[in-house]
């Protein structure tokens, strides 16, 4: 136990100096005053404790000094093996049976002074903070709610044009059925549109533009007047022969680009001679592409020209400058296909003007040309050529993509005849045909049909501006 004592003047003065000591915890045992002085005796707190529950030690095996004829005045005896002064055996404790050595012992060292109570009771310096390491965790929280609330916002926003869409379905059909028990000849001209193959985008906005008419038959005609002015074509072929320069058929595979190629050639070759013409083919992968376009040369006496990338295609277009039309027959390829895209930019950067012209199938759907036209568009088309007209069951479909992509119908093809089967597009007997016997087709719509299909044209925004004159 390590009583200490602490003299000074006042009481006060003693309290300080115990408390500087031992701390606020410190036990006072005394307080008297002595000599003129106040006298306080008091115990560290960390004794008191020891006191209360003292460490149990283990028992200490108790050293005897033994004697032999060299004796040595301060001998320190403990129990690990050394190597004997004299003898080769080592001595044994004549009571543990161990060897021993004898050591003499140290000099005692100096008693250190107790550390004062605040040295000994100073708080650990906390590590400092890691602000880069701060900054960079609130960052990555931040960019996390970020994200978090992005996701939750796409979310709703998805949700809600669900709704939208589903009440403009709803609404759409309430008002359709409301204006077919009003105007019932608005029905029947709708049927005929739709079974004639345009789409109901089209044929909902006409019909929402369409006169006050009790007469489904004059409600038909405004229709087919609407649609003919709509439907660009050229006047004449002389414009376009005369005139001259480089002309790409494109299209998907398989619509009559190579056969259409041959049977323009030939009007060419009519009217300027085989000389004034040149054939270039960029058709090397299908077989036989090349020889087909070939062979029409030959028979018109035109030189065909192969080429097979952007280099070669500038080469030889330098080359046939002073020719008065070029004609090109590109590879055929799928509306889907990445290489539409390298097409028409090989088309473009060729280092003269090329005039792209689409070929449209009559028989495709409405939705496949529309695929169409959007990947051969690239910078604009100067025209399009609509084919296979003969094997169409109905061309409204075709005639509906023209009109709202505000396409140029240059010719209609009809069979394989070359030059024969090549006219010019007659947009009266167009309109003509595509409402020509539609009556049984109509009939498959029924009234239940007719709601849902102008829900679903109401929706659609795709329509372009089409002039009602």
């Not at 003299?7 to 031992?22: I, P, Y």
């Not at 003499?104 to 400092?128: D, F, H, K, M, S």
């Not at 299909?453 to 795709?462: G, K, N």
């Amino acid at each position: 136990m390590n009583v200490k004592k602490f003299t000074a003047a006042t009481s006060r003065d003693a309290l300080r100096k115990v408390r500087e000591a031992l701390g606020p915890d410190a036990v006072i045992l005394s307080n008297r005053p002595v000599d003129g002085v106040v006298e306080i005796l008091a115990l560290d707190n960390d004794d008191v404790a020891s006191l209360a529950s003292p460490a149990i030690e283990e028992p200490q095996v108790p050293s005897f000094q033994a004697f032999d004829n060299d004796f040595d005045p301060e001998p320190v005896f403990a129990r690990a093996p050394a190597p004997a002064p004299r003898a080769a055996q080592p001595k044994l404790d004549p009571f543990a049976g161990q060897p021993y050595v004898e050591r003499r012992a140290a000099p005692l060292a100096e008693p250190e002074i107790p550390p004062t109570y605040v040295n000994r009771r100073a708080p650990t310096q906390e590590p400092g903070i890691d602000m880069a390491a701060m900054t960079q965790m609130m960052s990555a929280a931040i960019a996390s709610a970020k994200e978090s609330a992005a996701a939750e916002m796409s979310g709703m926003m998805n949700e809600i044009r669900a709704m939208r869409g589903l009440m403009e379905t709803q609404l759409a059909e309430l008002s359709w059925n409301a204006t077919a028990q009003r105007e019932p000849q608005k029905a029947a001209v709708l049927r005929e549109m739709l079974a004639a193959g345009f789409s109901a985008t089209l044929a909902r906005y006409l019909i929402d533009k369409m006169p006050a008419t009790k007469d489904a038959a004059e409600a038909l005609r405004w229709i087919k007047t609407v649609l003919a002015r709509n439907l660009t074509t050229i006047a004449n072929e002389d414009d376009l022969l005369n005139r001259g320069g480089v002309f790409a058929l494109v299209g998907p595979t398989g619509v009559g680009k190579t056969t259409t190629t041959a049977k323009l050639a030939a009007r060419c070759v009519m009217r300027h001679g085989p000389d004034k013409l040149a054939l270039i083919t960029t058709d090397a992968y299908r077989i036989g592409g090349h020889e087909q376009l070939r062979i029409y040369g030959k028979i018109l006496g035109v030189m065909v020209h192969s080429v097979k990338d952007e280099a070669d295609l500038r080469i030889a277009l330098k080359e046939l400058k002073n020719k008065h039309t070029v004609l090109i027959d590109t590879i055929g390829m799928s509306q889907r296909d990445q290489m539409v895209t390298e097409q028409v930019a090989m088309l473009s950067e060729s280092g003269a003007d090329v005039k792209r012209l689409l070929c449209l199938n009559a028989t495709s759907t409405n939705e496949t040309l529309n695929e169409v036209v959007r990947a051969y568009q690239g910078s604009g088309l100067a025209g399009c050529i609509m084919t296979k007209l003969d094997e169409a069951a109905s061309i409204g479909n075709v005639l509906d993509v023209v009109i709202r992509q505000k396409l140029n119908l240059h010719y209609i093809s009809n069979g394989q005849r070359v030059p024969e089967d090549l006219h010019l597009a007659d947009r009266a007997m167009l309109i003509d045909r595509a409402f020509r016997n539609t009556r049984n087709s109509a009939a498959q719509f029924g009234d239940a049909d007719l709601p849902l299909m102008m829900a679903a044209a109401a929706a659609d925004r795709s329509l372009r501006e089409v002039h009602l004159g």
